[in-house]
């Protein structure tokens, strides 16, 4: 496997495919976060609020990034990063996590990543500063 700083401007982690979201997913997650709003584990209360059923939480998706970057944790750190929410996700969604370097510079690399679900839609866009540490 390549270390970061062999990588170059425009290449592309190796993608992460996520298991499709489960109920069970988003329960535990609620449970960690502390985020208890119906509209993530309940289909009747995310139904009355005029969705399809239920929604994974954001931060769930924003989390779940960070699996793009578990292999080179030796190498350095998540130092900055800006999300944007661009789409929900469904139970049973298959979600993708893709990371492009967009700029190296001394000892930090950054790129764009997204979350897309499995029609190809973007549902997470954003940036990650990754800081390599100094030897």
């Known amino acids: 496997m390549k270390q970061l700083t062999e990588y170059v401007v425009g290449e592309c982690l190796n993608e992460v495919e996520l298991e499709p979201v489960s109920r ?3 329960i535990k997650y609620a449970g960690a976060s502390g ?3 119906p509209i993530h584990t309940i289909d ?3 139904i ?3 969705l399809p059923g239920i929604i994974a939480h954001g931060m769930w ?3 779940n990034l960070s699996k793009l ?3 080179y944790f030796d190498e350095g750190f998540i130092s900055d990063y800006s999300i944007r929410f661009k789409g929900m996700v469904f139970l049973n969604d298959v979600i993708t996590l893709k ?3 967009k700029e190296k510079q001394d000892e930090n690399i950054r790129f764009t990543v997204l979350a897309v679900n499995q029609h190809n839609q973007e549902v997470l866009k954003g940036h990650v500063k990754y800081s390599i540490y100094e030897s």
Request: charged fraction near 30%.
């Open 24 to 26: 069970l997913d988003l």
């Open 35 to 37: 985020d208890y709003n």
């Open 44 to 46: 009747e209360e995310a």
């Open 48 to 50: 009355k609020t005029g």
């Open 61 to 63: 998706t924003m989390g």
């Open 69 to 71: 970057f578990t292999d």
């Open 99 to 101: 990371a492009i370097i």
